[in-house]
C-alpha cells in the first residue's frame, strides 16, 4: 500500500458526505489557516489544506501512521493535484482546541498525564522500522525545511544511506546559505563527533503544541484524548532530531511547556545534540 499512488481515495464507505468539489474548496469563508503557498479551510465535515506548496506525502504520512500505530491522527479522505499543480489532502474535521491554548490552564497532574501519553504515543512512532536510511516515506527525499533552498535543482535532501551524509547536508545548507566559510569548517571538523551512532527513528518533525488537538483531559495517560496534525515534515531522521527540534521550538521559553519535554522524550532526550542543532538553526534562520 505504501508509497501511495495518486490520487488517493479513501473507501467511500467511510465519507460522511460527498468529497467537496474544487469550486466548493475554493470558495469556502471558513479560512482556518494560511500560510506561504498553502491554505486550510472547513468544508462542511471537512478541512482541507491546498495549495501549489502542498506536497501529499503530508497526507500520505497521516494514512501511514493510521495505518501502522495507534498514534492518532485526523482520517484523510483524498489526495490529489487539479490540472493547475494545486496539491489537495481532505481530511476529517476534528472538533477540539489545541493543546496551545489548553495547556495553560490544565493542573499538574493533568499536564503530566498529557506527557506521560505522549511519551507512549512517541515510542510507538519511534519503533517503526526505517525502510533503509534517512528518508522519508517511499524511501522519498526528507521533507524538513532545513533542507528547503527555494531551486528544486539543490538536492540537499536525500535520502540518505548513512549519517554522515545526513551532515554533509547540513554542512552543505549552511554553505549554500552564506555562513562563514571558517565556521563551515569547524563543523566539518566537529559534527561527525556529535552527530554520530544515531539509528534513523520515525519523526515527526514538528513536535509543537499547536499541533496537537486536545479532545478531553483527566488525571491518568488513559484519559488523555488527543490528536497528531502536521505531518509535512515526517520522515526517517536521527534519534536526536525529534527533541533537538521540539527544544528548539520553546522560543522564548515563556511557560513550562520545555520543563516537560524531557518526560516525553524519556530515554531519548539528547541534551549535547540539542545544543548544536539550536546554533546551526539559529545561524541558518537569523
Known amino acids: 500500500m505504501f508509497p501511495l499512488r495518486y490520487p488517493y481515495y479513501a473507501n467511500p464507505g467511510t465519507l460522511p458526505r460527498p468529497i467537496p468539489t474544487l469550486a466548493e474548496i475554493e470558495s469556502s469563508q471558513e479560512l482556518l489557516h494560511q500560510a506561504g503557498g498553502s491554505r486550510v479551510v472547513g468544508v462542511g465535515p471537512y478541512v482541507v489544506k491546498f495549495g501549489r506548496q502542498v506536497d501529499l506525502a503530508e497526507g500520505a504520512n497521516m494514512v501511514f501512521v493510521s495505518h ?39 493542573s499538574d497532574t493533568q499536564k503530566d498525564a498529557v506527557a506521560t501519553k505522549l511519551r507512549s504515543l512517541l515510542k510507538e512512532l519511534r519503533s517503526l522500522p526505517s525502510p533503509g536510511g534517512y528518508c522519508s516515506l517511499g524511501n522519498r527525499p526528507l521533507l524538513d525545511h532545513v533542507f528547503w533552498t527555494g531551486n528544486a535543482s539543490d538536492k540537499f535532501d536525500g535520502p540518505f544511506d548513512t549519517e554522515g551524509e545526513f551532515n554533509d547536508a547540513l554542512l552543505n545548507v549552511y554553505i549554500f546559505n552564506n555562513g562563514s566559510k571558517i565556521k563551515a569548517e569547524f563543523y566539518k571538523q566537529t559534527l561527525p563527533s556529535v552527530f554520530c551512532n544515531h539509528p534513523p527513528v520515525f519523526t515527526h518533525g514538528d513536535f509543537q503544541r499547536k499541533n496537537m488537538l486536545l479532545r478531553s483531559v483527566g488525571d491518568t495517560e488513559h484519559d488523555v484524548d488527543l490528536v497528531f496534525l502536521d505531518w509535512e515534515f515526517a520522515g526517517w531522521y536521527p534519534a536526536y532530531w525529534e527533541y533537538s527540534k521540539a527544544v528548539f521550538s520553546c522560543g522564548m521559553w515563556d511557560d513550562d511547556w520545555g520543563l516537560w519535554l524531557n518526560r516525553m522524550f524519556d530515554t531519548d532526550v539528547y541534551l549535547n545534540e540539542w545544543v548544536w542543532v539550536q546554533m546551526l538553526f539559529l545561524e541558518l534562520w537569523s
Open 68 to 106: 501502522s500505530t495507534s498514534v492518532p491522527v485526523p482520517f484523510v479522505y483524498a489526495l490529489f493535484r487539479d490540472p493547475e499543480g494545486k496539491g489537495y489532502i481532505i481530511m476529517e474535521r476534528i472538533t477540539a482546541n489545541s493543546l496551545t491554548s489548553e495547556w495553560p490552564s490544565l
